[in-house]
């Protein structure tokens, strides 16, 4: 059976190839999108979620709005890292089909509520959204099947030396979701900075067609010149938090207690690790099966390709 997968993200070049692998792969039902303001603003975020699911094919499964500033600070975007519009190079057709009525937060809770102990929920953004939904539904941290995020490390950051992105943008709302009543994933950068889409991946992607011209190779290719030879690719991030719930086999991971900073002058947002806790709160993948990984990715999206071009 599928397992069903609620993706709350901000896309976002990754989120993009992460939303594209949680469609395509057949063990997956995407029950629905939410979306955070985090690598651009929520309205930008959103208008791509839309054109993504259109250009797609997946009409039927909900897109929501959610909250568009971090709990308490002013919002930080990383579109230096995305462009300007978020996807990079790519642009869509415009959507026709609208957003979903309502807040996020109320989708978030009425789906897992709904169907408890079986919504695998993956958080490839800032965590307000989920900070939000679970300060309202404490009884949430129990209800999911699983809670995975794509965010933190346990070695280095990217938005600062000591703090990865989706943590820094909003670490109030980071520190909630890590104090909750769940065993976190945190699928961070030492483990995503393994997923390079080199030279080699991306001429096996070329070769899936309309697909990846219009989408995946832009997308997987915006700040990665794949003709530096010195330069390993550009990383996939988001979407080893979607493979983690399909594919854990390609993972190994270790038990830790993740603390997060929110008021150290130069270290806010970072994630402290401590991979020998009395009372482990969160799950921490430290290698992947590269070989497997990409084997996986590409297959399932020359499965979306194939369909896509028909």
């Known amino acids: 059976m599928a397992r069903q997968l609620l993706l709350d993200c901000d896309p976002g070049l990754d989120d993009a190839l992460a939303i594209l692998l949680a469609h395509g792969d057949p063990n997956l039902d995407l029950v629905g999108v939410t979306t955070v ?3 651009v603003d ?17 009409p039927a499964v909900p897109v929501v709005a959610g909250a568009a500033q971090p709990l308490t600070r002013a919002a930080r975007d990383a579109a230096h890292v995305h462009g300007a519009g978020g996807l990079g190079s790519v642009i869509l057709p415009p959507a026709t089909l609208p957003a979903h009525d309502g807040h996020a937060v109320d989708f978030i809770i009425e789906t897992v509520r ?3 102990g079986t919504i695998h929920l993956v958080a490839t953004g800032p965590l307000t959204n989920i900070a939000l939904a679970v300060e309202r539904e404490p009884a949430l941290a129990r209800w999911v099947a699983s809670f995975t995020i794509m ?3 346990y070695s280095r950051g990217n ?3 000591a703090a990865e992105f989706n943590i820094w943008a909003d670490p109030e ?15 961070g950068l030492d483990l995503t900075l393994q997923a390079q889409a080199n030279k080699g991946v991306i001429e096996r992607f070329t070769a899936l067609g309309a697909l990846a011209d219009e989408l995946i190779v832009p997308l997987s290719t915006f700040y990665f010149n794949p003709n530096v030879p010195d330069w390993d690719g550009q990383a996939v991030h988001d979407v080893c938090a979607v493979a983690y719930v399909a594919r854990p086999d390609l993972f190994e991971s270790r038990p830790a207690r993740v603390d997060i900073e929110t008021q150290g002058e130069f270290t806010t947002g970072m994630t402290v690790v401590d991979f020998d806790p009395a009372l482990p709160n969160a799950t921490v993948p430290t290698r992947l099966d590269v070989p497997g990984f990409w084997a996986y990715v590409e297959s399932v999206y020359a499965r979306v390709a194939a ?3 028909t």
């Open 173 to 187: 709302a980071a520190r909630i979701v890590f104090d909750a009543d769940w065993d976190v994933t945190m699928v």
């Open 307 to 309: 369909a896509h071009s």
């Open 42 to 58: 929520l309205a930008t975020v959103t208008k791509n979620a839309l054109e993504l699911r259109e250009y797609l094919g997946f």
């Open 114 to 116: 709904a169907r408890p």
């Open 159 to 161: 938005a600062t030396p």
């Open 151 to 153: 965010g933190g490390s």
């Open 37 to 39: 303001g985090g690598n």
